[in-house]
């Protein structure tokens, strides 16, 4: 098994950290590789340099310099790396942000859960999908209702 890129993007300093320790906490050392940014500016740029065979990119909605909806669009927008799953994960439940996540090419949308355990699940979740058979489903978009 190929080690697991995640890539998360926040400007939340005390979502990065439950983010990381949630990561930590249902990983085997060594078999995950977390790569976090304050902000989504190079985000992309990381993801191109690093060119992970087996990833996955988190993304905020809210951040300053470039919005979560503005790096999917550029993600989607990269030969290299078009197909690469991205999820959001935001604090909004509006349907509106959800029905455009789901339009601009994102794999799932997920709102940040409140407890450490209900993130670990939703790690855990991700983490045994298979990436190359995935398609997206309209009816199973929210990983976290």
């Given amino acids: 098994m190929s080690k697991l890129s995640i890539f998360y993007a926040d400007d939340d300093d005390d979502d990065l950290?439950?983010?990381?320790?949630a990561v930590e906490s249902v990983t085997d050392k060594g078999l995950v590789k977390l790569h976090i940014h304050k902000n989504g500016e190079n985000l992309v740029d990381t993801i191109k340099e690093n060119k992970p065979q087996n990833g996955v990119v988190f993304l905020d909605l809210n951040m300053p310099k470039k919005s979560g909806f503005q790096i999917l669009k550029e993600i989607r927008c990269e030969p290299d790396i078009n197909n690469f799953p991205v999820i959001i994960y935001s604090t909004s439940a509006d349907k509106s942000d959800?029905?455009?996540s789901l339009n601009l090419g994102a794999n799932y949308y997920a709102v940040k859960p409140h407890n450490f355990s209900d993130l670990?699940?939703?790690?855990?979740?991700?983490m045994t999908?298979?990436?190359n058979n995935h398609k997206v489903d309209i009816n199973n978009f929210?990983?976290?209702?």
Avoid: A, R, S
């Fill in 17 to 21: 950290m439950f983010f990381n320790d």
């Fill in 98 to 100: 959800i029905d455009l």
């Fill in 120 to 126: 670990m699940k939703m790690i855990q979740n991700v």
């Fill in 129 to 131: 999908i298979n990436w």
């Fill in 142 to 145: 929210l990983l976290i209702k």
